[in-house]
């Protein structure tokens, strides 16, 4: 089991970590080392994961994509069998904790829950039977409270703000206002938002917040931003991310001033998130949980998508 665990935290481990440079590698050599000093553990076995996906939308659904093409591709290369079934909480907590029940109940050997809410709702389902709980896309392990639990890793995919900020104001050095747009129930949202306003309010520049929780919400909010300011900046959150997905294209999402942003950005987003997923190959198979845990960044260690 402990090998099987291995393989599935080198299965979620690149979704978020498609360029950690020097990091990712040296964790590949590890794993790669540890798989070949454990392959007979894993040797014409069986096991049942449940995937549970937070809600939909499209970047979090090639996750999804990217995570069961390589439990395929790993089931293939050690030999043996992994069956997975899809669940979907509709972004409902209610929902997800009937699915945490199912999964348990039900014996899986392994949940992957992908985005925040899922993974909490799962790591509480799993306590009483220490089911591995192997989370993806989580912007914040700490601030969700999922670091320190001994059967549960995963990995983060914490925004680089300040990043992102100096390269806004490097293409409009004369930005004034910057709109900040989330959701105020997105936990992953918090810490990024807390980092755009501590930066701006060093440069000395003004800021407009706008929330919502549903589509339409986010919708008027991205709307209501036109003309009160000269860039948006929006953390990894998934209610901005489905209401973009929602509307189709019918509304444009403001980048910076004179451009704006329709699904064709989007999309080539989604694919960059699908290609992480298929990097999971590069750190292949090795170590009980708890030694992945060491190295993954959920512990309060945030990795950084390079910025392009």
Same mark, same amino acid.
């Given at each position: 089991m402990k090998k099987f665990v291995a393989v599935l935290s080198a299965a979620a481990m690149m979704t978020t970590l498609a360029?950690?440079?020097?990091?990712?590698?040296?964790?590949?050599?590890?794993?790669?080392?540890?798989?070949?000093?454990?392959?007979?553990?894993?040797?014409?076995?069986?096991?049942k994961v449940a995937i549970v996906q937070q809600l939909d939308h499209a970047s979090l659904d090639e996750i999804r994509v990217a995570i069961e093409a390589e439990l395929d591709a790993k089931a293939a290369e050690e030999g043996i069998v992994i069956e997975y079934k899809d669940f979907n909480g509709q972004n409902d907590a209610t929902t997800l904790n009937q699915i945490g029940t199912q999964v348990v109940s039900d014996g899986y050997d392994a949940v992957i829950p992908i985005a925040?809410?899922?993974? $909490?709702?799962?790591?509480?389902?799993?306590?009483?039977?220490k089911t591995p709980v192997i989370y993806a896309? #989580?912007?914040?392990?700490?601030?969700?409270?999922?670091t320190d639990i001994d059967y549960v890793t995963g990995t983060?995919?914490? @925004?680089?703000? $300040?990043?992102? +900020?100096? +390269?806004?104001?490097?293409? $409009?050095?004369?930005?004034?206002?910057?709109?900040?747009?989330?959701?105020?129930?997105?936990?992953?949202?918090?810490?990024? #938002?807390?980092?755009?306003?501590?930066?701006?309010?060093?440069?000395?520049?003004?800021?407009?917040e706008?929330?919502?929780?549903?589509?339409?919400?986010?919708?008027?909010?991205a709307s209501s931003l036109v003309g009160q300011v000269d860039a948006?900046?929006?953390?990894?959150?998934?209610?901005?991310?489905?209401?973009?997905?929602?509307?189709?294209?019918? /509304?444009?999402? @403001?980048?910076?001033?004179?451009?704006?942003? /329709?699904?064709?950005?989007?999309? /080539?987003?989604?694919?960059?998130?699908?290609?992480?997923? /298929?990097?999971y190959r590069r750190y292949g198979a090795g170590g009980p949980a708890d030694r992945y845990r060491a190295r993954l960044p959920c512990d309060g260690r945030r990795h950084h998508h390079r910025q392009h």
């Open positions: 360029a950690c440079g020097s990091t990712a590698s040296s964790a590949a050599a590890e794993a790669t080392a540890s798989a070949a000093e454990s392959t007979a553990d894993t040797a014409a076995k069986s096991y925040t809410l899922a993974a $909490q709702c799962m790591t509480t389902a799993c306590e009483s039977t896309a #989580i912007s914040d392990p700490a601030a969700a409270d999922l983060s995919d914490a @925004l680089n703000t $300040q990043s992102i +900020m100096d +390269m806004m104001f490097a293409v $409009q050095p004369d930005i004034q206002t910057v709109g900040l747009l989330y959701s105020n129930s997105e936990a992953n949202s918090a810490t990024p #938002i807390a980092e755009a306003k501590a930066y701006l309010e060093a440069k000395g520049i003004a800021y407009v706008k929330t919502g929780n549903t589509n339409d919400e986010i919708m008027t909010a948006v900046f929006t953390p990894t959150d998934n209610v901005v991310m489905a209401a973009a997905a929602d509307d189709q294209g019918r /509304h444009p999402v @403001l980048y910076r001033r004179g451009q704006l942003c /329709h699904g064709r950005r989007l999309r /080539h987003l989604r694919r960059q998130l699908y290609r992480a997923g /298929h990097l």
